[in-house]
């Protein structure tokens, strides 16, 4: 479904990404994990479109994507959300499905009952006239950031750490929210996650980055006992 | 209350105005000037309000469309109500060659724009064959009579601003209630939120651009024909920027009848009441009024007025709750 191969990204001097290859099947939730500055953002930019790659290819259903818009990435089926919430300033959370279902469907039509269906979905149809910017707890802004990107009816979904800085009860029902909408939508997942225990209930594979590079693809729970994985994350080498 | 208030002020435009003034060509004149003004400023509010690009460009414009409609009538004899259109048309063109700068943002954008404007005046200039260059054109054809009603008097030349900044407010009001406005609305302050979804950011700045250029450039092919001469420091003054700029801030350049609003006040004010006070520099007035609103209220002159009538409102009902 999604094959990317030898992408490097340099900024300036630095190395963000090096040689970096892994694949997405069909219906897969892939894990990327790693420490802080390791390169998971960075694929997710070079993925949908906002950091241009040094080197390497990228296809998405047959698409060599890196040759398309970021709006002809979302129109491929490929939907992403942020770290950081990105909330349409000056709309309502149902304002900002309505554009993000007009201009990133492919057909462009506007359907009400899916933008319904899609806030039921995340549980924010009771928030659906507030305003996006300012009327948001920080659990509903990232359940709009989903919706968002459901909005625009992909077939890829890449979450950038949509569980951060969430307390532990919400973590769990909005982990549960991403597993119904999997199920539901049929989905394919690239989860950016430092939690582990998320990692281990959400995903069939994880890839593991460090300095830029590609250091494990397997099995996650095989994958975490890896010694170069543990010593990526603590230095040392397990017993 | 936005959309009611901007039928109510084109209600006065187009019923008060001609009756109250129609026999005054001093005060009619002023009032159509002002129009000119507001033309102007709700193209570059457009631009600015849907799509988040702040131009310091737009005298390029206003100074193309000027040309274009004065050229066309007086050397090929087209009719002047046709050349205000192709001169709205010669200014969308132009602004092809400023689309690169929409790569930029902010005050870039803004001062690339600026650095176009400059190009097309010193081009003006130059075409000495096409443009009289320095010296101008004189005898630009009035507006015409057309079904029996003289557009080249000061009153006809009023209703013929007026249509143009009423087709401009309509235009502006259904781009905004589009899909397309509202993405453009949310593009000012968010547009990588909007890229991430798919809208094309950089489409629909082109788009805008091209609307915003062919709205000045029908102004200024207007201001050719209502004054009957131009030059190209005059076309291409900053003032054309400048004085838009000013009243769209002023009455809210976020509203849709803002601008307007902004253009008439600051504008009758100005040359009403500050320059009888300081006949020369008063302009500085301007400024200062124009920084106390920005202070008081960042939104502008508009928001005010519809806040006051929303508090009556709520008021009122009250006490009407009150008393039953």
Known sequence: MLKVENLSVNFGGVRALQDVSFEVQTHEVLGLVGPNGAGKTTSFNVLSGTVRPTAGSVTYEGHDILKSSMHQRVTFGIGRTFQIPQPMHELSVRENLIVAQRFGRPDGKVKQERIDEILESVNLLHKAEADAATELALTERKALEVAKALATEPTLLMLDEVLAGLETTSKKLFMQTLKNIREKYSLSMIVIEHDIETIMNMCDRVVVFNFGKVIADGDPEETFRNPEVVRSYTGEVPA | ?324
Do not use: C
């Open chain 2, 1 to 324: 209350m936005n959309i009611k208030i901007s039928a109510l002020m084109l209600g006065v435009m187009y019923l008060g105005v001609p009756f109250f003034l129609g026999d005054n060509d001093y005060l009619i004149g002023l009032v159509a000037s002002a129009l000119i003004i507001a033309g102007v400023a709700v193209a570059w509010a457009l631009l600015g309000n849907l799509g988040g690009m702040v131009s310091f460009g737009h005298a390029a414009f206003f100074g193309v469309g000027a040309y274009t409609s004065a050229v066309l009538t007086m050397d090929y004899g087209v009719p002047v109500f046709v050349a205000l259109v192709v001169g709205g048309v010669g200014a969308s063109l132009s602004s092809i060659f400023m689309m690169p700068a929409l790569r930029l943002r902010g005050p870039y954008f803004a001062l690339a724009i600026l650095a176009y404007a400059e190009i097309f005046k010193i081009l003006a200039t130059e075409a000495t064959g096409l443009t009289g260059g320095a010296g101008g054109l004189l005898s630009i054809p009035s507006l015409p009579v057309f079904a029996g009603v003289d557009f080249g008097t000061k009153l006809g030349g009023y209703i013929v601003i007026l249509n143009i900044v009423t087709l401009m407010l309509i235009t502006y009001y259904f781009i905004r209630r589009s899909s397309y406005g509202l993405a453009l609305k949310a593009m000012h302050d968010s547009e990588l939120a909007t890229r991430i979804v798919g809208v094309p950011a950089t489409y629909l700045k082109v788009v805008m651009l091209l609307v915003s250029a062919f709205m000045t450039g029908a102004v200024g092919a207007f201001n050719a024909h209502y004054i009957n001469f131009l030059e190209p420091d005059y076309a291409f003054s900053g003032t054309w920027t400048v004085f838009p700029i000013v009243a769209a801030i002023f009455g809210g350049y976020r509203t849709l009848s803002g601008p307007v609003l902004g253009a008439l006040f600051i504008y009758l004010v100005d040359q009403l009441v500050f320059k009888n006070l300081i006949p020369q520099g008063h302009q500085l007035i301007l400024g200062v009024m124009l920084a106390g609103m920005i202070i008081l209220s960042p939104s502008g002159l508009l928001p005010v007025i519809t806040n006051l009538f929303t508090r009556k409102k709520a008021d009122n009902k009250r006490g009407e709750a009150q008393h039953a």
